[in-house]
């Protein structure tokens, strides 16, 4: 009650008591004094360049995978209707192209594939034989060829947080990673070249066929530079104090009706 | 009075901030504790597993950094409190002590069911990003109508 009393006294009566009056106010919030990375600038033509190459690349993918597809749906229909075995043989089996075993198409494998060759920075402990190859516990992976670039349509993709740790893994990589964005709209070429719906990521391995022009391209680019994330512990800088100031809103409070509920 | 306030620059506010020393003091610890995370660790006698010896040191920095924030109310961005575990306060490096995946449990693979997910490596706990659900997401400190100049 005491605190309504005054408000309701001025203009508007009671529209303001529900509506409460709201003043801008800055706060100030710490920022990540370690976010400044910057992706390696890519030229307006070397953008499309990569796009048409990449899309010249992954052409043997589109095939594969439609027929794939086709052959899922024929399944699908087969089962629905009646099993009749014969109907699926019809349609061989597409026979997986080279080119696949020296890329990684999407998200997750892109990851996984930058995660397993990650430098180790940290001695093994002594239980560990010492013979056994510090980087890339997996063998498996080992088998295949590394990364050695990776094409993110950045400016397609949301939401920002999808991405933030790629400058970081092909930093910390133990071979170099270039890492390469692509200009905007790339997202739906790509998606078109490899009948793959929402492609935006690709990672391509040493030594695939066919690239040697997107190779030789790729020389243009910098590495990436994180300056914070000197993995030996030499060279690490201290910044300074990084504040961010946000403008939001808080509610008025009148000085008078402080008092007021101070005196109750 | 608003019309004023508007004008100002963010270095002019950055100025006049008040307890500026927690503030320097939580941005110390927690370059200390990534410091501290991202150290090689050259004496094989002292590991016990393949992460960095002093990472407990680091965990220590990132609680203390947690602790003095909550205490004298300073507002964290979003990206310092992801990039540090919640369960366990390990710096999260990605690759080494973070892993991460786009997760989709939905019988038909709808896009709108894709999950980021960040894994802690050293306790197993999880940060999940409905990516999918909310794929134009800006956290509110990059908010264009946000920021200050």
Redesign the interface.
């Given at each position: 009650m005491s605190a309504q009393t005054p408000s309701s006294k001025r203009k508007g009566g009671a529209d303001v008591i529900t509506e409460q009056k709201r003043?801008?106010v800055?706060?100030?919030?710490?920022?990540?004094?370690?976010?400044k990375v910057l992706w390696p600038a890519v030229s307006a033509d070397d953008g499309k360049l990569f796009v048409d190459l990449l899309c010249s690349i992954l052409q043997p993918v589109s095939t594969y995978i439609d027929q794939k597809n086709k052959i899922k749906q024929r399944k699908k229909k087969a089962s629905v209707t009646a099993s009749s075995p014969d109907f699926t043989d019809q349609l061989q089996k597409p026979t997986r192209p080279d080119v696949l075993n020296y890329l990684t198409l999407g998200?997750?494998p892109t990851?996984?594939a930058?995660?397993s060759q990650?430098a180790?920075?940290?001695?093994?402990?002594?239980y560990?034989d010492p013979t056994t190859p510090t980087t890339a516990p997996s063998s498996k992976k080992n088998s295949k060829h590394p990364i050695t670039a990776v094409f993110i349509a950045r400016s397609d993709i949301?939401?920002?947080?999808?991405l933030s740790?790629f400058p970081?893994?092909c930093t910390?990589s133990s071979i170099p990673v270039k890492l390469v964005q692509l200009p905007r709209g790339s997202l739906a070429l790509l998606a078109q070249a490899t009948s793959m719906p929402?492609l935006g990521i690709a990672g391509i391995r040493q030594g695939c066929p066919d690239a040697s022009m997107l190779f030789n391209a790729l020389e243009r680019i910098e590495d990436v530079v994180v300056p914070?994330?000197?993995?030996?512990?030499r060279g690490?800088v201290?910044?300074t104090?990084?504040?961010?100031?946000?403008?939001?809103s808080a509610p008025m409070v009148n000085a008078s009706s402080k008092k007021h509920s101070e005196d109750d | 009075m608003a019309k004023k306030e508007k004008k100002k620059s963010s270095a002019a506010l950055t100025k006049s901030l008040k307890n500026r020393d927690q503030y320097l003091r939580t941005s110390f610890l927690y370059q200390a504790s990534a410091l501290m995370a991202n150290a090689a660790n050259t004496t094989p006698e002292l590991a016990v597993t393949a992460t960095s010896a002093t990472a407990p040191l680091a965990r220590y920095y990132a609680s203390q950094m947690k602790a003095v924030a909550r205490k004298s109310v300073i507002r964290l961005d979003p990206n310092i409190k992801r990039s540090i575990c919640k369960r366990c306060d390990t710096v999260l490096i990605p690759g080494r002590t973070c892993a991460i995946v786009v997760e989709n449990e939905s019988v038909d693979k709808v896009p709108h069911a894709d999950v980021l997910t960040h894994t802690c490596r050293v306790c197993g706990g999880q940060k999940r990003f409905p990516i999918g659900k909310k794929g134009d997401f800006v956290v509110f400190t990059e908010r264009p109508d946000h920021v200050v100049e």
């Open positions: 003043r801008t800055f706060r100030p919030v710490l920022d990540n004094p370690h976010t998200f997750n990851t996984f930058l995660e990650t180790s920075i940290y001695a093994q402990p002594s560990i949301t939401p920002a947080i999808l740790h970081l893994l910390s929402g914070w994330a000197e993995f030996s512990g690490n201290y910044e104090l990084n504040i961010k100031q946000v403008v939001t | -």
